[in-house]
Every structure is written in C-alpha cells, then in structure tokens.
C-alpha cells in the first residue's frame, strides 16, 4: 500500500501542474482589449491576407465572402490554387472578377523536398503587395472586425509573429474529443510569461491556421522557404523567428474567426499523425509527455475506481477523488471560454488516452521510415 500511496501522491501533483498552469496561462492568453484609438491606429495599415489553397471549393468560397466584408479599410486577398484537382481556381477566379481585393495565384510546380503548404506560403508572401501578412488556413472564416481587431493586438505587441487560435468547430465524436486537446497542450503546459519575456526556440507556439507577420521581419528571416520541408509550420514557423533573434507571441481568437480543421475519424486521425513528429512524438518528448498527460489526465480516473473496487482507506480514495476532480478543470474551463464540446469533457480521459496513442502511433510509422499521405501528397 506504500507505493500505492506514493503514487496517488505523484498523481495529485502532476494533476495539479497544468490546471494551476492552465488557469494562469488563460488570463494572458486572452486579447488584450482594444481601444477606439487603437483600432483606428489599426484602420491606418493594409494588409495582405495570404490563403494557400488545395482542393478548397467545398468551402473557398465562404471563406473568401466572410473575408469581403471586412471592415478593415485596406487590404488585398492573395488566393494560390496549388494543382487543385477540384474547382477551387474556377470558383476564386469567379469572385475576382466582380471584386478587385481577390486575385488568384497559380503555384509553380512543388520543388522537391518541399512540403506543398509552405511553398505555397512561401508563394504567396513574395507576391504580397503590403507590409503586413496574414496567412490564413482556407477553411478558417473571420468575423468582420477579425482583420482590423488583429491588426490592433499586433500594434499592442512588441512581436514579429503573432498567432491566433481560432475557434476550433467539431461534429463527430473523434472531433470533439480530440482536436480540443490542442488548448489542453498548449496552456497546460507551455509557460506564456517566460516566453513573452525571453526568444528561446524552446517557446515556440503557435496554430498553422492563422499567422501575422511583419513583412520585413518574414524575409528578413527566411519565412517559410527556412522550414521547406517542414508539415507543422505551428511549431516550426515561431521556431525559426525566434532562432532568428525575433519575439513572437500568440493569442485567443476565438471570438473573431473559426475553423473546422478536420471532418470525421479518418481526417482526424491523418491529420494528428501527419505532423506529430514534429511535436511530441519524438525521441525527446514523447516519454515526458506520456507521463505528464497519462499521469495528470487518465490515470486518476484509473486509480479512484481501483480505490472503490479494492476498498483502499478512506484518505487514499479521498485523495485520487480530489486528483480525479482537478484533472477534469482545465478541459471544463476550455469548454467554457473556447465553446468546445461538453461530451470531450466528459470523456476527458478518454480523449487524453487516444491521443497519446496516436503520438506513439506516429512516432512508430517515423521509426518505420513511412510517412503519412495529406491531401494527395506524401510531403
């Protein structure tokens, strides 16, 4: 019964890191509030919006109307249709003709050992016409004050990159376990105060779906011809800035855009395993973070039924039923502030089990040489 308490012990504690974290990193990770001044500060630069787009005509179209009624008074849409085998280009092309902001770009061939979306990213920055870029995933829809509201957290930061998470919208069952795990990551165990304060490489964050850059400072550090070969420009594209002497920092964009990532089971499971080298499933990370996430989320719903079913004394089922109940509170509160889905939360452990499984997933298939195919393509 000793180690059984000791470990019951280990299990509060790993518990009560990410959800005192959790609660700290919610605060700054929220806008900062924007003032009439500062908006119209904001109002005063322009704005290219960079969209790389492949296979895109289920949804280019509204993103691209959402886009249009923008009250920002300057901006450009920059759309590259990447060998789409679809009528992405056709339905783009459409909207250019009856509106002037839009213009369609058509990628050159894919180079080899470059990854398709940062060529396209790449593209689409040495075509932009303004000294502000927003690279803008093609399924993610903003809200009409999202450009300027940007503009304005970007004047408030003293930043190179800036990344903004948008309101992630799930349908299926492994949707709405799953994708809301990025927040559970990310503000559980990435510490916002040191990385605003220092630009070590180790503090990169960020979300692929939205990025703002200063122009000068983009080329000035490669962009993203530095990480050609890359999949997760999320962690890779901060990476590269703050390597190169940049700040970067991140936000909550939930209230002006939204994106729904993946669409059932298998788009999920493709796209947590196609980039998840490049994050936690590697030779540093994955043990740590199996022992973080296991221990903190799964293992005391694990240990408090154990404690009923073998009678263990009263104090040990007391302590694994407090564990138990602060492991569940920071994908309660991200439910709340990011609108994600209740069953996730109930299912909580579950969602932090097949996660990790899909990690060790992915770092086998890398083990293995293979990679995973994403949109028609292996890179």
Known sequence: MIWISILSVAILLLSLLPTLMFIKNLQ????????????????????????????????????????????????????????????????????AQRDNRVRLLHSNPLPTGWNGKQHAC???????????????????????AALS????????????????FPRQVTGTFSEQLLIPMMHIVLLGYLPI???????DASFSAGCGQLFFAKRADYFQCGGHAKISASRHDGIKLPKLFRSSGMSTDLFDATDLSACRMYRGYAQVTRGLLKN????????????????????????????????????????????????????????????????????????????????????????????????????????
């Open 122 to 144: 790449w593209q689409l920055a040495q075509q932009a016409q303004h000294p502000w870029l927003l690279f803008l995933d093609a399924d993610v829809h903003v809200e009409v």
């Open 28 to 95: 700054l990770y929220l806008p900062a509030n924007q003032t009439d001044e500062r908006i119209a500060a904001a109002h005063k630069e322009s704005i290219s919006v960079l969209i790389p787009a492949r296979n895109e005509a289920a949804g280019i179209a509204v993103t691209l109307e959402h886009l249009l009624k923008s009250d920002h008074p300057q901006f450009e849409i920059l759309v590259l249709d990447d060998h789409s085998e679809d009528g992405t280009a056709e339905i783009v092309s459409s909207i």
């Open 276 to 379: 998840a080298t490049e994050g936690i499933a590697n030779a540093v990370l994955l043990i740590p973070f199996t022992i973080l996430l296991g221990g903190a989320f799964v293992a005391p719903s694990i240990l408090i039924v154990l404690a009923l079913i073998f009678g263990w004394p009263v104090w040990l089922s007391v302590l694994l039923a407090v564990a138990t109940l602060v492991s569940f509170v920071p994908r309660v509160m991200a439910a709340q502030r990011f609108r994600q889905a209740w069953l996730g939360v109930v299912l909580h452990p579950l969602a932090v089990a097949w996660f990790l499984m899909l990690q060790w997933r992915a770092w086998l298939v890398g083990m293995l040489g293979r990679r995973v195919a994403w949109r028609g393509r292996m890179s």
């Open 193 to 199: 105060e040191r990385m605003r304060a220092s630009h």
């Open 149 to 164: 509201r940007i503009m304005a957290q970007m004047l408030d930061r003293p930043v190179s990159l800036l990344s903004g």
